[in-house]
C-alpha cells in the first residue's frame, strides 16, 4: 500500500509561482510512474505532468514551458513546480502513482490564482 500526500497548494496572483510536493509513504520509484492531475470546477480531471520510471517527462499543451515535474527519490517526493500562473491554473490538485492495474491517489491540494 502506497500513501500520497500532497502539500504546497495555496492562493497566489496571477503570474506567480508555488511548488507542490507529493510525498510518498513507500518506495515509489522504480516501481510507479507518477503523474499530477488537476480538476477545475465543473470541469474534467485534466492530466497535468507525468514522470516515468524511466524519468522521460511529459506535459498537457495549457502547461507546457510553465510547469516543471520533478522527483527526489531519497525524500520519496515528486514535486511540480508552477511558474506563470494564471486563474485557469485554479483547481485542485493530486498527485498519482501507476503501475497498471496498481493505481494509488492522494487526496489534493486546493491552488487559487486570483488577484
Not at 510507479?32 to 485534466?46: L, V
Amino acid at each position: 500500500q502506497v500513501q500520497l500526500v500532497e502539500s504546497g497548494g495555496g492562493l497566489v496572483q496571477p503570474g506567480g509561482s508555488l511548488r507542490l510536493s507529493c510525498a510518498a509513504s513507500g518506495s515509489i520509484f522504480g516501481r510507479y510512474d507518477m503523474n499530477w492531475y488537476r480538476r477545475a470546477p465543473g470541469k474534467q480531471r485534466e492530466l497535468v505532468a507525468s514522470i516515468s520510471r524511466s524519468s522521460r517527462t511529459n506535459y498537457a499543451d495549457s502547461v507546457k514551458g510553465r510547469f516543471t515535474i520533478s522527483r527526489d527519490s531519497a525524500k520519496n517526493t515528486v514535486y511540480l513546480q508552477m511558474n506563470s500562473l494564471k486563474p485557469e491554473d485554479t483547481a485542485v490538485y493530486y498527485c498519482n502513482a501507476v503501475n497498471l492495474p496498481t493505481n494509488y491517489w492522494g487526496r489534493g491540494t486546493q491552488v487559487t490564482v486570483s488577484s
